[in-house]
């Protein structure tokens, strides 16, 4: 059994919204566990209860009733998530060095996709903040060859890495 958690998303297509709406889910904002076998149903549940916005963890159990259920686990864990990054630097970056971390960070994580066998490099609902201290000498690059650049390249390729460990 394997337990994978699920942020609620937005931008989904009209048809998604409209039958969402009609579900009985607790409401948005709210956490919800749906047993996901793998099959077209389950995971039409799964992608519903993320449209109508609950904080769903999917817990996939093989029932064993067709043939080829145990490698289902690997079609409910590629089912799509968000991925939200918060990078805090100890130190001040000027502006154009943050802009250089948002387009690290970005880079690390198609990365980490790419290597982890994801077919793309993120949902629309993926969010980058940065944050770092408003005072003292602000450091001028964030590219990944730069000082903070290269740890926060680093530490977000692993910390996916990891994420998209077999379980």
């Known amino acids: 059994m394997n337990a994978l958690p699920f942020e609620p998303a937005t931008g989904w297509p009209e048809e998604v919204a409209a039958l969402a709406a009609r579900c009985s889910f607790p409401g948005p904002g709210r956490p919800l566990a749906c047993a996901v076998s793998g099959g077209p ?3 039409a549940l799964l992608v519903l209860a993320v449209a109508a916005g609950c904080r769903v963890t999917a817990i ?3 029932h ?3 043939p080829g259920s145990a490698a289902e686990a690997d079609v409910v864990a590629a089912a799509p998530g968000t991925v939200n990054v918060v990078a805090f630097l100890p130190v001040r970056h000027g502006e154009a060095a943050l802009a250089n971390i948002l387009c690290t960070v970005t ?3 198609v990365q980490a996709f790419l ?6 490099t993120g949902t629309a609902s993926d969010a980058v903040t940065v944050l ?3 005072s003292g000498a602000a450091e001028p690059f ?3 060859r730069s000082e903070y650049g290269s740890r926060v390249a680093r530490a977000v390729y692993a910390g996916l890495r990891s994420g998209m460990a077999p379980r």
Do not use: F, Y
């Open 60 to 62: 996939h159990v093989d």
């Open 107 to 109: 880079e690390a994580k």
């Open 132 to 134: 770092c201290p408003a």
């Open 142 to 144: 964030g590219g990944p």
């Open 64 to 66: 064993g009733l067709r």
């Open 41 to 43: 149903d389950s995971l």
């Open 115 to 120: 290597d982890g066998g994801v077919p793309g």
